[in-house]
C-alpha cells in the first residue's frame, strides 16, 4: 500500500488548513492510522492517531482541540482538520499506517511522502 498526503501550504496564524492522505494498493481498513511531524533537526513527533473504525482517537496535547482527525474507509483516505494554527505548528506533516492503536513510531510501518505546512505570524 501506498500512502499520498496533499493540502499542506502557507496560511497565517488562526487559520485553518485540512490535510489528506490518499491510499492505493491496498484497504487501510484493517490498519490504525496517525499523523506525525517533523522540524528540522528534531525527531519526527506524534500528532493524533485513529484506530480502524474510527471510533477512537488520540491527540498530543499540543494540539488537543485543536485538530481533528478523521478517516473514510470508503474512500480509503485519513484526513486531519487543523484550525486555530499556531506559528508552532509549521512542520512537514506525514501520514502513516500501523497495525496498533499506538502512540509510537515504531508501531508504524507504512508512510506517506510529507506534505509541508508553514504557519505564519
Known amino acids: 500500500v501506498q500512502l499520498q498526503a496533499c493540502g499542506g501550504g502557507l496560511v497565517q496564524a488562526g487559520g485553518s488548513l485540512r490535510l489528506s492522505c490518499a491510499a492505493s494498493?491496498?484497504?487501510?481498513?484493517?490498519?490504525?492510522l496517525g499523523w506525525f511531524r517533523q522540524t528540522p533537526g528534531k525527531e519526527r513527533e506524534f500528532v493524533a492517531k485513529?484506530?480502524?473504525?474510527?471510533?477512537?482517537?488520540y491527540y498530543a496535547d499540543s494540539v488537543k482541540g485543536r485538530f481533528t482527525i478523521s478517516r473514510d474507509n470508503i474512500k480509503n483516505t485519513l484526513y486531519l482538520q487543523m484550525n486555530s494554527l499556531k506559528p508552532e505548528d509549521t512542520a512537514v506533516y506525514y501520514c502513516?499506517?500501523?497495525?496498533?492503536?499506538?502512540?509510537?513510531?515504531?508501531?508504524?510501518?507504512?508512510w506517506g511522502q510529507g506534505t509541508q505546512v508553514t504557519v505564519s505570524s
Open positions: 502513516a499506517a500501523g497495525r496498533w492503536f499506538s502512540n509510537g513510531i515504531n508501531n508504524y510501518d507504512i
Open positions: 494498493g491496498r484497504s487501510l481498513s484493517n490498519y490504525a
Open positions: 485513529i484506530n480502524w473504525s474510527g471510533a477512537s482517537t
